[in-house]
């Protein structure tokens, strides 16, 4: 299994509150990745990095920002929760193949985010 | 864009039953990569395989095989002798275009294996 853990794994939070997800690697992987996890959508993606201090948007971005000041760690931010925020939260890791192409991404074991 | 598209929402069979679940993507690009995961009741992500454009062959693991078919945008997943430990959520996956960064999923398909 991948070495990636997520903290925390549960949070209950209240509207405009901020928050702040850990995503911990110990596999020295270049690309993160945080997604949220909502029925009726499957995954989609929030935002990547691609290295340390680069990141990336995803599909749905708006209302998270992030950061990446060591190989190791990628941390999710939501600066003002809301309701709709409430979701599970995955991080994932993949290394880079010869190329620059992404391997395939291996997924931490979530976040439970309630946004009451 | 992309898209990938589940339309199986559910599905329940007899343990030992086979089963197919079905995958159908769209992507403009000639270089695409397609995966499936398997999310059991305890909600990991538990990658099963990756499959490049470029190759059409299937794939048999176990009692799990699955058929890419580029012709018809198609990559389905079929479990052989279903076993209650096969219960999960499973997704199906697409990236394409330079790199891996942009992992569109479907919906996914709740399998329920009844003992």
């Known amino acids: 299994d991948a070495g990636i853990t997520q903290s925390p794994r549960h949070k209950v939070t209240e509207t405009g509150t901020p928050v702040t997800l850990r995503c911990h690697q110990t596999?020295?992987?270049?690309?993160m990745y945080w997604y949220r996890q909502d029925p009726g959508h499957g995954l989609r993606l929030i935002h990547y990095?691609?290295?340390?201090?680069?990141?990336d948007k995803g599909e749905v971005s708006d209302g998270y920002s992030v950061s990446r000041s060591k190989t190791e760690d990628f941390l999710l931010t939501l600066e003002s929760a809301t309701s709709s925020q409430t979701s599970v939260y995955f991080c994932?890791?993949?290394?880079?193949?010869?190329?620059?192409?992404?391997?395939?991404?291996?997924f931490g074991p979530g976040t439970r985010l309630t946004v009451l | 864009a992309q898209k990938v598209t589940q339309a199986q929402t559910e599905i329940s069979v007899v343990e030992k039953e086979d089963v197919t679940l079905d995958c159908v993507y769209e992507t403009r690009d000639t270089t695409y990569y397609l995966f499936w995961y398997k999310q059991p009741p305890s909600g990991e992500l538990v990658f099963l395989i990756r499959?490049?454009?470029?190759?059409?062959q299937n794939e048999i693991s176990g009692r799990y095989s699955w058929n890419f078919q580029k012709s018809t945008s198609s990559f389905n997943f079929t479990i052989t002798a279903s076993q209650v430990v096969d219960s999960a959520v499973y997704f199906c996956a697409l990236t394409s275009g330079f790199g891996n960064e942009k992992l569109t999923f479907g919906t996914g398909t709740r399998l329920t294996i009844i003992p």
């Open positions: 990095s691609y290295g340390v201090k680069d990141t």
């Open positions: 499959r490049n454009s470029f190759d059409e």
């Open positions: 994932a890791i993949s290394e880079i193949l010869a190329g620059g192409r992404a391997d395939t991404q291996y």
């Open positions: 596999e020295n992987h270049r690309y």
